[in-house]
């Protein structure tokens, strides 16, 4: 039985990928490889359940929905075998302190290049170019004093080994999805119960401006017989609803979806739209793929690794609208070869294949 610490400043009530995947790792672990305890920023908002340790938090004010735990570790905390930081910051300091103070190994995911939303500090190129150095500067020193580094995907790796020069370890573990929520369901009752219908093109998650979000509604313009659904929310939804009103396209809002609509949401589409170029792996679109639905999205980031180019869906060059829009019509007209593809490698990104993963790497460093 391997006990593992998990420390993290991304998890409830904020609902976003790094949330769901330290929960299901978690939930995964404990069921079937020993005892993970998660520490993590405490809000009134949620109670904590058994194995989860809270710490003093407040709002972090340059990007809505996260928190900044104090760089603390719970008295409550038992005894563990390996330290799992999935932050570098914050908490991830606390883990940091909790695993040389024990003499144990550590383990940092490296989830977020923290480089790419220096814009929500500010607009000015030079401060952006000051804070991208410091976090990168920072973000080498944590990395590089880890045991070993996980990251989603292979060119998150490669930014980390080639641009961050860190020489520690590093392996790629998928997130993984929970592949027993995520599975084609009823999709005509979602088009129901939000009066859809036509061919629908969607996206949903977070409503970032580094995600790009404009251009599906861009790349959609015109199209024939189209509606464009957003589930989600976040700072761009205003400008994304102001550029929706003039476009020739049907676009509707949904708003936050809760997690139990999701696999409606995505079996209801007939293709998932993702432009985004700042993913480590892009867990929506594997949540879309387990429940069917292929994915056209940009060829940068991991996406360009998570999508599978004629086989879960199809690319685009970055910043090529026309590419893009060209990228969702093959995905409609080759939907049901893509859909076949997508149910057929679901085990590969499970949530059961991803933490076999990581016990195994767990097991080199202890």
């Known amino acids: 039985m391997t006990r593992v610490a998990a420390f993290t400043d991304t998890y409830h009530p904020t609902v976003n990928g790094v949330t769901y995947t330290i929960e299901a790792w978690r939930d995964h672990w404990n069921d079937h490889h020993g005892r993970m305890d998660v520490v993590y920023p405490g809000t009134d908002e949620y109670t904590p359940n058994a194995r989860e340790h809270p710490v003093r938090s407040l709002p972090f004010p340059f990007y809505d929905g996260v928190r900044v735990g104090a760089p603390r570790v719970p008295k409550t905390v038992p005894r563990a075998d390996v330290v799992h930081a999935h932050t570098a910051f914050g908490l991830g300091l606390a883990a940091r302190r909790y695993a040389k103070k024990h003499d144990l190994p550590l383990v940092a995911s490296y989830h977020t290049p923290t480089a790419e939303y220096a814009e929500y500090i500010s607009s000015n190129d030079s401060v952006l170019a000051g804070l991208s150095t410091a976090s990168e500067t920072y973000e080498h020193w944590y990395y590089e004093h880890a045991d070993l580094v996980i990251t989603p995907s292979e060119p998150t790796k490669r930014h980390l080994v080639d641009d961050l020069d860190v020489t520690t370890p590093v392996h790629v573990v998928s997130n993984g999805i929970d592949t027993d929520r995520f599975q084609p369901t009823d999709g005509d009752a979602f088009r129901e119960r939000f009066d859809l219908d036509g061919t629908l093109i969607g996206y949903t998650g977070r409503h970032g401006y580094e995600k790009r979000l404009e251009d599906i509604i861009d790349a959609t313009d015109g199209m024939d017989d189209v509606t464009v659904v957003f589930g989600g929310d976040g700072p761009a939804r ?9 476009a020739d396209v049907d676009v509707r809002f949904l708003g936050f979806l809760d997690r139990s609509d999701l696999p409606a949401f995505y079996t209801a589409l007939d293709a ?18 387990a429940c069917g639905t292929p994915v056209a999205g940009i060829d940068a980031g991991a996406l360009a690794d998570t999508i599978e180019h004629g086989e879960t869906g199809y690319h685009y060059e970055p910043g090529d609208i026309d590419g893009f829009q060209t990228a969702i019509e093959r995905t409609l007209d080759d939907h049901d070869r893509l859909a076949a593809n997508c149910l057929d490698r679901r085990d590969t990104f499970s949530i059961e294949h991803a933490v076999t993963e990581l016990r195994t790497h767990y097991h080199t460093i202890t």
Do not use: H, M
């Open 272 to 289: 998932f739209a993702f432009p985004s170029p700042v993913e480590t792996q892009g867990l929506v679109a594997l949540e879309a793929n």
């Open 238 to 246: 205003d400008d994304l609803e102001t550029r929706a009103r003039t």
